[in-house]
């Protein structure tokens, strides 16, 4: 044990050395086993404090960078060079997709695309040179891993804490409550847990079917029912869940169990909240913004319902909101303002950079400032004073990679994790590409308890209304895919 202890302070210690993103974003990737494998250890010898420890620590670098770090200061002109670039490039791919039949030119397209990946990776080493070159921005300071104590106090009474470490051949599961530590061991495999949470996915989109059901139940009767069955959740009411690998991208809310009256989704018997770390519990905005709601729906996200999506969002809070709607959408309007505003909703699409997190980004109005893309490098550079950012879009929860594609320990990147890091506790967001007209409905839902019943229960109500709702919007399609990363009022 003493060797892995020895081991786990070699990889933090170099890890924090590694001053550039392109190197330190995947570290962990061949290591985090040395984790996983202490863990496994302190529990088979019924040390739980300590196993809970480590368990923290896997996920204590990237949560320390995303509170504590800072993006890095870019020299204008090279910047400006790399980035117009890159619209060049892609607005150049965009018009030879979008010709016809044989006017397509596939060989240009080609071209551009690797000229493309090129100039990104130009763009990422630049931010990554200058970090270095400024110790100011380098430095990430350490976290300190939260006791068990430290969580109970935190938690209320009706409130458990569930956090996931998967290994090649177990599942490890922590359970916290206000009274209690509890942990054991599941018997299931990495690579089997992968392949069901990527079924119940992609069988959830059949809209007309219900074959999502066998893999729900499945997965229900894994993860949550030995819990239900030891008597850890008992009088729980409210879940916060920190999830490990592929299990970030399981929509928990849409876990089927069999009850008295029937068949059961997890959202019907608890609220859920999803925490990057534990250490993320109790998080609040540091500073009280003056205003009430900041909404944006921009003509150039071409979403038939999302203009009405934030008028009906604004309706909540009147005389206190910006809703900003068609080419007054626009990236220059968001940037100046959302650090004004309590609440910010975006009715919107989100794309996703695999190559590039930082250059992910979600679609507003472009105007003569700027080029209606806020990548996530921009989010980085804003200062927030929200409790709460709603992305209305798609895919806006998933990292810079889809299940085997994310580094372990670092499965937060992306367009969340940058409102986190700009100062957001809690951010709402898509597991996977929601329905336009539904979505109205269900923001209306979201909203009507917002105040009254704080976030996570608000969007436990909203999926429950839309479950017994009668009509094709029952369907976890449909629902499923919101979810809430980080506490929020």
Known sequence: MQAYERAAGVIESARAQLHEERYRAGYLEDKYQVYVSLVRLLLKLGRIPQAFHYSERLRAQSYAALLNGAAPRVHPETERELRERIRQLQRSIDEENGKEGTERRAVKVRAYSTELVQAERAYQNLLDDLRSADPAYAIVRSLTTPSPEDLQRLLPG????????????????????????????????????????????????????????????????????????AGWLKGISRLFIVPHGTLHYLPFAALQGTAPGGERFLIEDYSITYLPAAAALGRRSEQEAPRALLAAAPEVANLRYAAEEARAVGEFFPNRNEVLLGAAATETSFKRDAGMYRIIHLATHGSLNRLNPLLSSLELQPDATNDGRL???????????????????????????????????????????????AGSPAVLATLWQVNDRSTLDFMRAFYRGLDSRGAARALADAQRNMIHSGSRYAHPYFWAPFVLVGEGK
């Open 158 to 229: 009706d409130a458990a804490l569930i956090e996931y470490v998967a290994a090649d051949d177990i599942l490890a599961v922590f359970v916290i409550t206000a009274r209690s530590l509890q942990a054991t061991t599941l018997p299931v495999r990495g690579t089997d847990l992968s392949s069901r949470v990527e079924l119940l996915r992609d069988l959830v989109y059949r809209v007309a079917s219900s074959d999502w059901q066998r893999p729900a139940a499945s997965l229900r009767r894994t993860l949550i029912e030995p819990l239900e069955k």
């Open 375 to 421: 990548e996530v490098h921009e989010i980085l550079d804003l200062r927030l004073r929200s409790q709460l950012v709603t992305l209305s879009a798609c895919d806006t929860a998933l990292g810079s990679g889809y299940f085997a594609e994310v580094p372990a320990g670092e499965e937060f990147v992306g367009l969340t994790r940058a409102f986190l890091y």
